[in-house]
């Protein structure tokens, strides 16, 4: 390695400290990802259902819990109060392994009594129930007392119920949570579905009168699938075909010989087959990139410049090696312009391999790459912050003699130019009494966007997308003409090529004029 | 050649730390540069090798402006600062080539040139390791490796001496002699002043930044005091010989046998062959004289060496 500007760019590139600032910002072109993966429909967290029925020997309760994809979970707490003419009385069960638990009080059966329960898991969440007359059912034949023996739900998510697959989320399946008299296992039972179409059979409501059903019988509906244990998850059936918007599935659960059970549920089919989502459009892939390019990346940009132009310059101007590279047969004006260009080819290859993966990542998810309007310019705004900030932590370098002093002065710059920027603005707003929001406040939000190098990206973006967009203030969505404000693109060349030109020809000057 | 015109620098605006010095350092030359801690000689050579910028003045290398046409005029000189400083994390060798390139050096030949030279400066098992393990004495040599890189006709070397094992002292006796061989200018400051009168053709005597006079080595002689200090070791020392000794001046009688005129002006021969004309069996006689020392603390009104002199 003879070039000494190929050594400087290799010198700064293989730095441990700009390494690691050029995979910090390379990994963060993955945090792209996100905006094109959808959430899948299910809400995390604990489902539960209580059971309960009553005998001679006292009232029992059967508690089970799971999550969004069915699976047990253990630990939760079901407390339980039980009040009848005698007094109150309390027990509690704990699920297992399985997620089931089971607790039992010994009272006489009264038809005055009440229960309360609360079921509470380990990370705080509690859902809690409480009836004045325990153990009225309402059954197709009207509401009515339990009978000793018959198991009602008295708390808890259904019987029937959605959740998530477990191995591919995009799918959802059938969850069936029942049990049957006296609290024995539903073994035998089986599961039936029927679509319910909304045009042919009136809409979603048509039925509601219609079930549950009392009988298999005749009923038209399709096995799902045999119960053999309290909880049992069936994949959602094979979907229909031509079933108009606002369709329905049907799923109750019979006893062997056909009998209609209270364990039923009706399924928007919009809900329980998740469509694909709708392919990204072009202006949806370029204003993701956007966001993320002004949002995320032009956050780390200046500290990337910073941290780069210290390591390969200002680190060495205050420690005195520099010198020896002076004393080379070398003008100090080309000394600084090599080491200002090595520095800035090697971050600005890490910059456009970031950009690069950000683009990628679109196209894998979308199919699309960002625009070239918008990638372009983007990509070029990094290189105007690169540039400025290197040139004025080179500047900086030729009036601080001390490493501290360098570091110091580079941090602050990195947060008051891209951290507190915002609330620098507006304290501006307070002082002079600009209402946040307003026209006044736009204007100075942009005109402030001209005077920061590191908020370059953000003009850029201003002028994209006719917008303006802050991480700190909500400017309500609201569109403006970008050349009301002055941002045209002659504005922004110009800015550009001052932020490059005068860091520059400062750090140039004071690296000629001073020791 | 180098030449200094009326050059001056400021770091505070109070005085100047070299106030218009004028003086040349000439092709084939060895110019010792003396002066006390602060004098200023790293100032001027720093200004010499184009690290620093002078406030007024010049120093022209060869002919070439060492600040308007640094390129060119750093291409003829080689420099060896005091305490060098080299990018740490770097190898040896990769640092060496890294030079070279802008020396214009190709692939080969700069390798070859670097290998050949690190050799030289006795640091070729080294050439692999990278500058942070150095000692200093092996930074000194390397920067000295680095200074001869080019070849350059020009040298300033900034306390050289210092930091140098005795064989590192003795290969730059050698260097100084090729290099003035070589018709090369060298301007070489140093602390230790016996080494700086043995090494060069001429001395210039800088004192809070103002150089005092530029004397060759042969006039120092002439001009310096002709007194040294004369040691005799006598097996049968007596009252005689000790009364003979006192003639020549004060003496100091040390261990029984040991005899030291301190401010002697005679010829230490002659004393010698008279003692044995007397019978004395004379087992020891040294002589020590450092014009260099003796006419440089005088030039700057200081009794007694300085702290920062050595003999």
Not at chain 1, 470 to 492: A, E, H
Not at chain 2, 78 to 104: Q, R, S, T
């Amino acid at each position: 390695m003879t070039n000494p500007f190929v050594y400087d760019v290799k010198k700064t590139i293989t730095s441990k400290s700009v390494l690691l600032l050029i995979a910090v910002i390379v990994l963060i072109g993955f945090a792209i990802i996100p905006a094109y993966t959808p959430a899948g429909s299910s809400q995390p967290g604990l489902n539960d259902n209580v059971f309960a029925y009553y005998d001679s020997a006292g009232y029992h309760f059967l508690a089970f819990t799971w999550n969004q994809f069915g699976q047990p979970v253990s630990g939760v707490d079901v407390q339980l109060n039980f009040t009848d003419p005698t007094g109150t009385h309390s027990g509690s069960a704990v699920t297992n392994s399985s997620g089931a638990g089971q607790a039992s009080i010994p009272a006489t059966a009264n038809v005055n009594a009440a229960y309360a329960l609360a079921v509470q898991q380990p990370g705080g969440y509690e859902s809690i129930s409480s009836g004045q007359q325990a153990f009225w059912v309402y059954t197709q034949n009207g509401s009515q007392l339990a009978l000793p023996g018959q198991t009602v739900l008295l708390l808890g998510s259904g019987t029937v119920t959605q959740v998530t697959d477990g191995q591919d989320s995009s799918r959802q399946d059938i969850l069936v949570n029942w049990v049957a008299d006296f609290g024995k296992e539903p073994s035998g039972s089986q599961a039936y579905y029927k679509f319910v179409n909304a045009s042919s059979d009136g809409g979603f409501c048509i039925d509601c009168f219609t079930y549950p059903l009392k009988n298999l019988t005749g009923s038209g509906m399709l096995p799902l699938g045999t119960l053999d244990s309290f909880r049992q998850t069936f994949g959602a059936p094979p979907l229909e075909p031509h079933l108009a918007d606002g369709s329905t599935v049907f799923v109750q659960v019979f006893l062997p010989n056909g009998t209609g059970t209270d364990a039923y549920a009706t399924f928007l089919v919009a809900s329980l087959y998740p469509q694909p989502p709708p392919p990204v459009s072009q202006s949806q892939a370029n204003s993701n990139a956007i966001g993320f390019f002004e949002n995320l990346f032009g956050l780390f940009i200046p500290l990337v410049a910073i941290a780069g132009s210290y390591d390969s310059y200002g680190k060495d101007r205050v420690s005195g090696v520099l010198e020896s590279v002076l004393a080379q047969p070398i003008s100090r004006r080309s000394l600084s312009l090599s080491r200002y260009l090595s520095s800035f080819a090697a971050m600005a290859v890490a910059v456009v391999v970031a950009v690069g993966v950000v683009d990628l990542i679109t196209f894998h998810y979308s199919g699309l790459f960002v625009a070239s309007n918008v990638i372009l310019p983007s990509t070029a705004a990094f290189m105007v912050e690169l540039a400025a900030f290197i040139g004025i932590m080179m500047a900086l370098s030729r009036l601080l003699r001390s490493s501290g002093s360098l570091v110091g002065l580079g941090i602050g710059l990195f947060i008051i130019f891209d951290f507190f920027w915002g609330f620098l603005l507006v304290l501006l707003a307070y002082v002079t009494k600009i209402g946040m929001g307003s026209v006044p406040f736009i204007r100075l939000f942009i005109g402030a966007e001209f005077l920061n190098p590191a908020q370059f990206i953000a003009l850029v973006d201003t002028y994209l997308t006719h917008s303006v967009s802050s991480v700190v203030f909500s400017f309500g969505g609201s569109l403006i003409i970008p050349s009301d404000y002055g941002v045209t693109v002659w504005s922004i060349a110009a800015t550009g090529a001052l932020w490059i030109a005068i860091p520059l020809a400062a750090f140039l000057y004071l690296s000629t004029r001073r020791d | 050649m180098l030449e200094f015109r009326q050059l001056t620098k400021y770091f505070s605006w109070d005085a100047p730390a070299i106030d218009a010095l004028n003086f040349d350092v000439n092709d084939g030359e060895v110019v010792g540069f003396v002066g006390l801690n602060g004098a200023g000689k790293t100032t001027t050579i720093r200004i010499a090798a184009g690290v620093s910028l002078p406030t007024e003045g010049t120093v022209r290398v060869d002919g070439r402006d060492i600040v308007k046409e640094k390129a060119a005029a750093s291409r003829s000189i080689g420099w060896v600062p005091e305490f060098p400083i080299v990018e740490p994390n770097a190898k040896a060798l990769d640092l060496m080539l890294y030079f070279a390139g802008f020396h214009g050096m190709t692939g080969s030949e700069a390798r070859r040139r670097s290998e050949e030279l690190l050799s030289t400066v006795r640091l070729g098992e080294f050439e692999r390791k990278r500058i942070r393990t150095f000692s200093q004495g092996m930074k000194k040599r390397f920067s000295l490796a680095l200074a001869l890189l080019s070849d350059p006709k020009n040298l300033v070397l900034d306390e050289i001496l210092n930091g140098l094992d005795p064989e590192g002292i003795h290969y730059m006796r050698e260097l100084t002699a090729d290099l003035r061989k070589g018709g090369r200018a060298v301007l070489l400051s140093s602390h230790i002043l016996a080494e700086v009168e043995h090494l060069s053709d001429r001395v210039v005597f800088i004192h809070k930044g103002r150089i005092l006079e530029s004397l060759t080595t042969e006039e120092l002689r002439t001009r310096g005091s002709p007194e040294g200090m004369l040691r005799v070791g006598i097996s049968n020392l007596d009252e005689k010989a000790v009364s003979y000794l006192r003639s020549f001046g004060e003496t100091r009688v040390e261990g029984g046998n040991l005899v030291t005129i301190v401010r002697f002006a005679g010829d230490p021969a002659s004393v010698n062959a008279e003692l044995v004309r007397r019978g004395y069996a004379v087992r020891e006689l040294t002589y020590q004289r450092s014009s260099l020392e003796e006419y440089f603390l005088k030039l700057v009104g200081v009794t007694g060496a300085g702290g920062d002199l050595q003999q």
